[in-house]
Structure formats: C-alpha cells, structure tokens
C-alpha cells in the first residue's frame, strides 16, 4: 500500500476528530448537575451545542431551587435527525429536533422551557394541560436567558385568544395576574400540580377571582407595564 503524505495523514486525523467531537454523546458537570448531550447530526453548529449546554447550566438550577428541590441531578439533551417537532421532555430528557435547530440555531430557551417540564414532573391527572404548558413558557419568559436573540417573545393581547390556548398565551396571563394580584401564583400552582391537589377554585382562594373573572379583567387592560 502506498504510504500517505505525512501532511494528508494529519488533515484526516483532524477531519475525523471534528466529526467524532460533533456527531456522538458528552458529558458535562457542574454546579452539582450532571448533563449527557447526544448529538445525532455531523451538521450541528458548535456554538449551538455549547449555547444549549450553558442555558441547562445557567437555568436548570435555579428551576430546581425556586419550584422543586426533589429534581433530578442528571438530564439527557438530545438532538435527533428523525423527529419532526421542535422539542419534548420525557423521563428526564430532552429531545431537540436538529432540523429546527438549523432553522433557529440561536434558540437556547428551548432547553429552559423543557426542562421545566422535568421539574414539573406533574403525576397524571394533576390539572390541565393548558396550564402544565402556560407555566413552562411562562418560566422561559422569566428565567431565559437569551429569548430575544432565539427570535421568542410573548405576543401581544389577541381578543381572540383565551387562557385555555396555553403555551405563550397563558404564559401572558400568568405573568398579569401575578402583577395584579399574587407575585407567587404560578409558584403555588405549580406545588398543587406536582402535589395533585389543583381545583379552579384555587385562583379564587390566592386572587379573589376566578380564572374566568380574572381574564375578563385583563381582557380590559392587558398591559405588563
């Protein structure tokens, strides 16, 4: 066999050490939490990953500090070259559609968002689902760290829309009715979801409203200022 340009044999090995650093699983302490990243694409921007694995760092701690100690330590982040969504949380870990992250390769909040599901970890029948949804974009409109630059933000008030609408929506109204009336609602609901003791009634107990009566009034005047 014909030996290589000594040259030619190095820009292999620095070729193949790219690809093995982009395409495959590390891990990443810090802070006491532990993160496994799996990368199924050969394609993903470095500065994507290292974006998505400083948000985990930088958030999922004060998540876990602010809404519930139990936790898990370790989390699982991978992007996947097959699912066609943009991102979910299971069993404590999140899966990132690659091609979304082509799309929005700035959205790092995406993690903020997930892994607020994992601190959920709401049991079945804990409420509804709107509201499971509303408080997980609501902590990404309060806890992210770079919305703005991944192209999020909460809309405007839409006449049409309704609190049961969820994600961005109910985010909105989450963060008015505390403002209003209880700057700790959304960390008591979320208690009664993971703890299985939400009822409607609730909103009336911490407000003095119902959930009906309280989007009727911001309904009037919506505004966050």
Do not use: C
Request: hydrophobic residues 35%; without cysteine.
């Amino acid at each position: 066999m014909k030996k290589l340009p000594l040259l030619f044999t190095i820009t292999i090995v620095l070729f193949t050490g790219i690809t093995v650093f982009a395409q495959g699983t590390e891990k990443f302490k810090k802070k006491g939490y532990e993160l496994t990243f799996i990368n199924q694409d050969p394609d993903l921007n470095p500065a994507t990953k290292d974006g998505l694995v400083n948000t985990f760092f930088k958030v999922y701690p004060k998540l876990v500090k602010d809404f519930n100690k139990n936790s898990i330590e370790h989390v699982t982040v991978e992007v996947d070259t097959s699912y066609g969504g943009v991102a979910y949380a299971n069993n404590g870990k999140v899966t990132i559609s690659s091609k979304w992250l082509k799309k929005m390769p700035l959205d790092f909040d995406m993690i903020t968002h997930e892994v607020m599901h994992i601190v959920q970890s709401y049991p079945n029948g804990s409420g509804p689902g709107w509201l499971t949804e509303g408080i997980a974009d609501y902590v990404r409109s309060e806890y992210g760290i770079a919305n703005a630059e991944g192209g999020w933000s909460l809309p405007d008030y839409n006449e049409k829309a309704h609190y049961t609408n969820a994600y961005r929506i109910t985010a909105r109204f989450l963060i008015w009715v505390e403002k209003n009336y209880d700057k700790k609602l959304v960390k008591k609901l979320d208690k009664h979801l993971r703890e299985k003791t939400y009822k409607p009634e609730l909103w009336t107990e911490y407000t003095g409203h119902s959930v009906d009566e309280l989007w009727a009034e911001y309904s009037q005047d919506p505004s966050l200022s």
